[in-house]
């Protein structure tokens, strides 16, 4: 007997949820329904300059509000900038000066093209170049410290779950088990080649400055203890995941960096000497 793709599980429930929506009407007189899809707010531009607005902003010819952003080189860059960061992260970001902004992800583009705000964080290379970024937003900064990489979670009522047969909770536990699982592995494909694409057509790859890092690193810290002392259940999570990441930062230095600094310098060797 084959066994079940949990990911089709997924997908199944999903059309059958969207042909209930569908003979339910949920999806009649939508506001915009029969109306070419607006992709992009130009609202701030004359109508009789669309046209070459585009054609200029396609070719990477940015607004000169936006060429004269400056690049983040120490830490003193940071109080003031208006940033588009959610959470912990945008916590973080506030004790070090920044403004952080909440915006909905639809509405980073226009924002960042109209000057609302100065910088984003996103998701990687891959969604930020389908999504267009580069072209208002010409520096790209990693390594994005509040976020190592996307994640896909799933929240159930505990009653409800407790109330479903156990081979309902194992299909579900399985299907998001594979649906992050995939999630990652694509992305790791993905922004590799989108990285490159990236910079090719002109953005600016660089590293936050150390001094940068560290005020994050600080800021975070306290942060996590002050939040620990006052929350119990954050308390109990936080000790555990500190030993766990400190193990692993531990393993990972034995596993992973050595290699990995090795290979980088393998490979840059050997693209000089090609070059000779």
């Known amino acids: 007997m084959s066994e079940a793709n949990p990911w089709s599980v997924i997908q199944l429930v999903a059309e059958r949820r969207i042909e209930e929506a569908q003979s339910q009407g949920l999806f009649d007189n939508l506001p915009g329904a029969g109306k070419p899809l607006e992709l992009e707010d130009l ?31 120490r830490l003193e860059d940071i109080p003031g900038l208006k940033i588009r960061i959610a959470g912990i992260g945008g916590e973080i970001l506030a004790r070090m ?19 609302t705000i100065d910088a984003a964080e996103w998701i990687g290379p891959y969604d930020d170049q389908k999504l267009g ?9 990693y390594p994005g410290f509040w976020e190592g990489g996307p994640q896909i979670s799933m929240y159930i ?20 088990l594979y649906a992050h699982a995939e999630m990652q592995a694509r992305y790791d494909a993905k922004n590799p080649t989108a990285l490159k694409q990236l910079i090719g057509s002109g953005t600016q790859l660089r590293p936050f400055p150390n001094d940068v890092m560290a005020a994050a690193y600080k800021a975070a810290h306290e942060l996590y203890d002050e ?22 930062l531990q393993w990972f230095a034995v596993a992973e960096n050595r290699f990995d600094n090795f290979m980088q310098a393998a490979r840059s060797a050997a693209a000089k000497s090609a070059k000779q």
């Not at 920044?98 to 583009?109: C, L, V, W």
């Open 43 to 73: 609202s701030h531009v004359p109508e009789d300059m669309r046209m070459a607005y585009k054609i200029l902003r396609n070719a990477g010819c940015l607004p000169p509000e936006l060429e004269e952003r400056k690049e983040i080189n």
């Open 97 to 115: 000066g920044a403004i952080p902004q909440q915006i909905a992800g639809t509405d980073i583009y226009p924002s960042l093209e109209k000057g």
């Open 133 to 141: 970024f580069n072209k208002v937003a010409k520096y790209y900064y």
């Open 157 to 176: 009522n505990i009653k409800q779950w407790n109330a479903l047969p156990k081979e309902y909770q194992t299909i579900l536990e399985d299907a998001c």
């Open 227 to 248: 939040t620990a002392a006052k929350n119990p259940k954050f308390k109990k999570i936080y000790d555990q995941w500190r030993k766990f990441r400190d193990d692993q």
